[in-house]
T-cell receptor, first 114, second 113 residues
Framework: DADVTQTPRNRITKTGKRIMLECSQT?????MYWYRQDPGLGLRLIYY???????NKGEISDGYSVSRQAQAKFSLSLESAIPNQTALYFC?????????????FGPGTRLTVL | RKEVEQDPGPFNVPEGATVAFNCTYS??????FFWYRQDCRKEPKLLMS???SGNEDGRFTAQLNRASQYISLLIRDSKLSDSATYLC??????????????FGTGTLLAVQP
């Protein structure tokens, strides 16, 4: 079944470490997104990409970078992790061809920065 | 003021009850509206879109009031399996071109046996 997958599912790391979260999709969608979710704050957009050559900042991009290696892959990096980046991270995709408003989410990565 | 505001709940209701959630949005030019469902520690999933004329899907009814800038979700005959967090989601005026969505913080529903 077409799917959005994220690796790792859980990660504990220390302050100052570089971390990469990976997202892959088999839906054939052109648009991909990274969000973080914090209690009481909801989902907030970090970065989004419309295709391999397109990267856009979301509302909370500071401290993060992304790479769209292929249509199916979108990675999120924390260059130097800090404790307030502890959160649940979701990757999502959407398809312009179907109007694009529905987003399909991966299962999430729970990141803890000590 | 938050762009999308919801009562966090929890709403504790018995099985079979009817429950309604409201959500308000701040930008009157917002384009599209949705309800997503998120189970505990799982990913959000689209429950239904919300149309100006209102729409129904089985036990679920969604309404949009553009004049008052709120959307609602009504769940009839609640089931235990309806227990989840319901996210109000709005596409901002520029969102149509970017598919950007603004998520509310969610309303927690707990259906009791």
């Amino acid at each position: 079944d077409a799917d959005v997958t994220q690796t790792p599912r859980n990660r504990i790391t220390k302050t100052g470490k570089r971390i990469m979260l990976e997202c892959s999709q088999t839906k054939g969608h052109d648009r991909m997104y990274w969000y973080r979710q914090d209690p009481g704050l909801g989902l907030r957009l970090i970065y989004y990409s419309f295709d391999v050559k397109d990267i856009n900042k979301g509302e909370i991009s500071d401290g993060y970078s992304v790479s769209r290696q292929a249509q199916a892959k979108f990675s999120l990096s924390l260059e130097s992790a800090i404790p307030n980046q502890t959160a649940l991270y979701f990757c999502a995709t959407s398809d312009l061809g179907t109007g694009g408003n529905e987003q399909f989410f991966g299962p999430g990565t729970r990141l803890t920065v000590l | 003021r938050k762009e999308v505001e919801q009562d966090p709940g929890p709403f504790n209701v018995p099985e079979g009850a009817t429950v309604a959630f409201n959500c308000t949005y701040s930008n009157s030019a917002s384009q599209s509206f949705f309800w997503y469902r998120q189970d505990c520690r799982k990913e959000p999933k689209l429950l239904m879109s919300v149309y100006s004329s209102g729409n129904e899907d089985g036990r679920f009814t969604a309404q949009l009031n553009r004049a008052s800038q709120y959307i609602s979700l009504l769940i009839r005959d609640s089931k235990l399996s309806d227990s989840a967090t319901y996210l109000c989601v709005v596409s901002p005026p520029y969102g149509g071109a970017t598919n950007k969505l603004i998520f509310g913080t969610g309303t927690l529903l707990a259906v009791q046996p």
